[in-house]
C-alpha cells in the first residue's frame, strides 16, 4: 500500500482484491456451515439406526438365551423321563408330564384349566376336580385350591398372547374393543392363517390365535393405527383386517390399509345385516309400535297365569342383531293365542292381553322374511367366505332357499345384500376367500365376561389374560412351557403396566382406612 510499505499496489486494485477475497471466503463458510448441517444431521440418522439395531441384536440374544434355556430344560426332562419310565410305573394320568417345581402335573392343570374354559367357575372347578379325585381314590394327595387355578389361567393367556408367531403374509386379523366400568377400553386382536381358514362352517376357539391384547384409556383412530402398526411386528402385514367398522377402529384401520399394499378392511357381515334391518325397521311405524306394546305386556302378564308368555327381554344394545327372538315370540304366541285349545277362565281373562297380536299378521310375516333374507347372507359368508364371485354363491342359494319374496322390503334387503357381498368380493384375488364375519371375537368376549361374572361389571382386572386362554389349541405342552416361560412376576408385571391402577385396587385403597381387613372385622371394631 502506497505509504505504509506493506503493499505496492494501488488503493483502488487492493480495495477489489479484498472484496473478492472476502465474498470467496463468506461462500466457502456458508458451503462448509451447510455440509456439517448435513453431516450431523446424517450422524443422527445413524445413531437412530445403530440404536435400532443394538435394540434388535439385544432381543435376539435374549432369544437365543431362551432357546438355549429350553432347550437344556427340554434335554433335562427327557433324561428325566427316561429314568422315571425305568424306574416306575405311573399310577395315575393325573400325575403324568410333571413341571419343573411344581407341585401338580401339567395333566392335572391341564384338566382345571378346561373345567374353567368350559363354563365351571375358578372356585367350582377346583370342588370338581376334589370329587373326581375322590372317585379316582384319591391319587392326588391335595387338590389345588381355586386361586392356584386362576394363575394357572393367567400364565396360560399371557404365553399365549406373548410368544412368537410365524410371520407370513396370509394373515387374517379380527380386531374389536371390549369395555367395562370405568375410562379403560381394550383392543383383542385374533388372528387365522387364510392358508388355515375352515370351509363350510363357521369359525371356533381353536381356529384362531390370540395376537395381541391392548389395554387404553382413549380409543381414537390415530391411536388404533398406532396399535396396528405395532402389532405388524408380530405376525407381518396382513392380507385382511376384519371388524364392526366402529368409528375409531374404521378410521385407523383405514389408514393403515391406506399405508400398505396388500391390506383390505372388511367390514363383519352379521353387523352389516343389523344395520340395514335397523335402516328399514327404525322407518317402520308398526315395528315402533309392536316393541311397544311387547314391552308393556310383559310387565303386564309377569304375575298372572300367562307369565309364561310373556315376551322376551329387548336388548338396549345391539337390538337389531337380536330381532329374531322378539319376532319368534310374535310369530308362535300368535300362533298360541288363536289355536282352538281349551283353557280355563283365569287365562282366558289374561289372554286378552295378547290380543293386540292380532294386529299385526301381515307385519310379522314381513319382518319374518326379512330375517330369512338376513339369516340366508349371514349363514353363506360364515361358512363360504368372502371371495371374488361370493355375491354369485349367494344368489344361488336365494334361488333355492328363498326363491319367492313376497315383500318388497325383502326384496331390497336381498339386493343390498347381494351388493355387499359383491362389494367385498371386489378385494379379493383371484381363487382366493377371506374371513367376512367377526363374530368368533363377540363370543370371546360373552365367555371372558361369564369368567369375570360379577366383577365385570367393576372394570378391568388381571382375568382380562384368560382371553388368550380361551383362543388356539390347548395340549399338556402348551400348558407346560407356558408354566415354564411365564412366572408369576411377569404376570404381575404386565397388569402394573398395562392395566395401571384398577378399579378394584382404587376400590380397596379407597376403602383400606374404613376396613379392618374383613366385614367381619368392620362389625368387631364397631362392637368396640
Known amino acids: 500500500m502506497s505509504g505504509t510499505g506493506l503493499y505496492k499496489s494501488p488503493l483502488r486494485k487492493l480495495v477489489q482484491f479484498f472484496e473478492k477475497s472476502r465474498d470467496s471466503w463468506k461462500a466457502k463458510s456458508l458451503k462448509n456451515k451447510k455440509e456439517n448441517r448435513q453431516l450431523k444431521k446424517k450422524l443422527r440418522t445413524l445413531e437412530t439406526s445403530k440404536k435400532r439395531w443394538k435394540d434388535e441384536a439385544i432381543n435376539l440374544r435374549k432369544q437365543l438365551k431362551n432357546l438355549e434355556q429350553t432347550t437344556e430344560i427340554i434335554e433335562n426332562d427327557l433324561v428325566e423321563s427316561k429314568k422315571k419310565q425305568e424306574l416306575m410305573v405311573v399310577e395315575s394320568p393325573l400325575n403324568e408330564i410333571n413341571v419343573p417345581y411344581h407341585k ?54 399371557h404365553y399365549k398372547l406373548m410368544r412368537p408367531k410365524q410371520i407370513a403374509d396370509d394373515w387374517c ?28 362352517r363357521s369359525l371356533t376357539y381353536q381356529d384362531v390365535e390370540p395376537i395381541d391384547l391392548l389395554p387404553v384409556e382413549s380409543s381414537t383412530g390415530k391411536v388404533v393405527l398406532e396399535q396396528l402398526e405395532k402389532t405388524v411386528l408380530k405376525t407381518g402385514v396382513p392380507r385382511a383386517i376384519v371388524s364392526d367398522y366402529g ?3 374404521k378410521s385407523g384401520i383405514e389408514k393403515f390399509c391406506a399405508d400398505q399394499d396388500n391390506c383390505v378392511s372388511l367390514y363383519d357381515i352379521k353387523h352389516k345385516t343389523a344395520c340395514l334391518l335397523k335402516a328399514q325397521l327404525s322407518k317402520d311405524e308398526n315395528w315402533k309400535l309392536f316393541t311397544q306394546q311387547a314391552a308393556q305386556t310383559k310387565n303386564q302378564l309377569q304375575q298372572t297365569v300367562l307369565s309364561h308368555l310373556k315376551p322376551p327381554n329387548q336388548r338396549s344394545k345391539a337390538r337389531y342383531m337380536n330381532i329374531e327372538i322378539l319376532l319368534n315370540w310374535g310369530l308362535e304366541t300368535l300362533e298360541i293365542i288363536n289355536s282352538d285349545d281349551d283353557s280355563i277362565e283365569a287365562e282366558e281373562k289374561q289372554r286378552a292381553k295378547l290380543e293386540w297380536l292380532n294386529d299385526h299378521p301381515d307385519s310379522l310375516e314381513e319382518w319374518d322374511e326379512l330375517l330369512q333374507v338376513a339369516t340366508l347372507t ?26 319367492d319374496l313376497k315383500y318388497a322390503s325383502a326384496i331390497t334387503l336381498k339386493e343390498n345384500l347381494i351388493d355387499f357381498v359383491k362389494t367385498q368380493g371386489s378385494v379379493c384375488k383371484k381363487d382366493e376367500r377371506l374371513l367376512g364375519s367377526s363374530e368368533i371375537i363377540e363370543s370371546v368376549f360373552g365367555k371372558q365376561k361369564h369368567l369375570e361374572r360379577d366383577y365385570a361389571k367393576e372394570g378391568f382386572t388381571s382375568l382380562i389374560l384368560g382371553i388368550g386362554a380361551f383362543v388356539g389349541e390347548m395340549t399338556v405342552d402348551t400348558v407346560k412351557e407356558a408354566l415354564i416361560f411365564t412366572p408369576v412376576k411377569t404376570i404381575v408385571k404386565w397388569c402394573k403396566e398395562e392395566l395401571g391402577e384398577t378399579l378394584q385396587s382404587k376400590k380397596t385403597e379407597a376403602y383400606s382406612k374404613v376396613r379392618n381387613g374383613t366385614k367381619s372385622g368392620l362389625v368387631l371394631c364397631g362392637e368396640n
Do not use: M
Request: glycine letters at 6%; one cysteine or more.
Open 173 to 200: 386379523w379380527i380386531v374389536d374393543h371390549t369395555i367395562q366400568l370405568g375410562k379403560t377400553k381394550c383392543l383383542l386382536i385374533l388372528g387365522i392363517r387364510l392358508s388355515e381358514l375352515p370351509k363350510g
Open 378 to 403: 349371514e349363514q353363506v359368508v360364515r361358512s363360504e367366505g368372502i371371495t371374488l364371485n361370493g355375491y354369485q354363491v349367494l344368489k344361488a342359494q336365494f334361488q333355492e332357499k328363498l326363491p
Open 104 to 157: 401338580y402335573s401339567a395333566t392335572t392343570i391341564l384338566l382345571l384349566l378346561q373345567f374353567v374354559l368350559s363354563a365351571i367357575s375358578l372356585r367350582g372347578s377346583s370342588r370338581v376336580l376334589s370329587l373326581v379325585n375322590d372317585v379316582l381314590k384319591q391319587p392326588l394327595e391335595s387338590v389345588p385350591s381355586w386361586f392356584s387355578v386362576r394363575i394357572w389361567l393367567l400364565r396360560l393367556g
Open 247 to 249: 368409528s375409531d377402529l
